[in-house]
């Protein structure tokens, strides 16, 4: 039976999401429900277009000679884990064409359950590159801000640690939520304690999404949050060790 992926968009010249020039697709549904998510038009896991890899993947073919040596496909969405089936399907068959492949997750759907572990076992061979968000290092703090619990999200990371898959971790900076300097210690220790870490970024809040939360009728909670400044930024820089993992 063929397998398909429900897709929100795709986007042909990513610059942002992985290493080089990538062509990112943007799967479809969400558990988390993070306050200052940009994207809430890809929560709902029936909406989207269904498509298969193929598609998707000769559509990447057509802007690879942009790719350069590190460029290739980047999967995000949404939560990609959510469709891991198609996921799988999709990188077995990227694979076959030669392309690098990258995962940007939030980690939520993770399980040391099967049969989703051995799928994401399959998965860790097939992927280059795991992009992953720390949202918040508290549990109750990270339930407050998503909706749900980060025991797993964490569980996973230690899995790829262990596992030696390469990681990119990025965190969101939002004043009065995600800017509390112990609260980034913390962080900056439990990724030093991480074996596999190659960047650490920092990104700045932003509320350009907001509208989107308007138009599906979702009170948007930050409407009166500024971004961080520059000096806070830096300090969350310093307190995550991003400069340890530049390279």
């Known amino acids: 039976m063929m397998i398909t992926g429900r897709v929100h968009s795709t986007e042909s010249f990513g610059s942002v999401d992985g ?22 038009d890809t929560w709902d896991t029936a909406g989207g277009e269904e498509l298969t890899a ?9 802007y690879r000679g ?15 884990l ?3 089936d198609f996921l799988l399907d999709l990188f077995r068959n990227a694979k076959l064409r030669g392309m690098n492949t990258c995962v940007d ?3 939520q759907p993770f399980s040391r359950e099967e049969p989703f572990l051995s799928k994401f076992r399959e998965l860790c061979r097939l992927t280059d590159l795991f992009i992953v968000d720390i949202k918040h290092i508290d549990p109750r703090r990270h339930v407050s801000l998503t909706g749900r619990d980060n025991g ?4 996973m990371l230690r899995f790829l ?12 900076l939002v004043p009065g939520l995600t800017d509390d300097d112990d609260f980034l210690r913390r962080t900056g220790e439990f990724i030093a304690s991480l074996r596999n870490v190659q960047r650490v970024e920092v990104l700045p809040y932003h509320s350009f999404g907001a509208y989107k939360w308007e138009k599906l ?4 909670s930050l409407a009166e949050t500024l971004p961080p400044s520059s000096d806070r930024v830096e300090n969350a820089r310093k307190l995550l060790g991003c400069g340890n993992y530049e390279r």
Request: proline share 7%; with cysteine; aromatic share 10%.
């Open 19 to 40: 290493p080089g020039v990538r062509f990112v697709i943007f799967l479809q549904g969400c558990r988390l429900r993070c306050r200052y998510c940009h994207n809430p």
């Open 54 to 62: 193929r598609q998707l993947l000769d559509s990447a073919e057509r």
């Open 66 to 80: 942009y790719w350069g040596r590190e460029g290739g496909i980047t999967v995000s969405g949404g939560e990609p």
């Open 82 to 84: 959510l469709q891991i």
């Open 105 to 107: 997750t939030a980690g």
């Open 152 to 155: 797993n999200i964490l569980t």
């Open 161 to 172: 640690s262990d596992n030696g898959n390469p990681v990119w971790i990025r965190h969101v």
């Open 217 to 220: 009728g979702i009170p948007y």
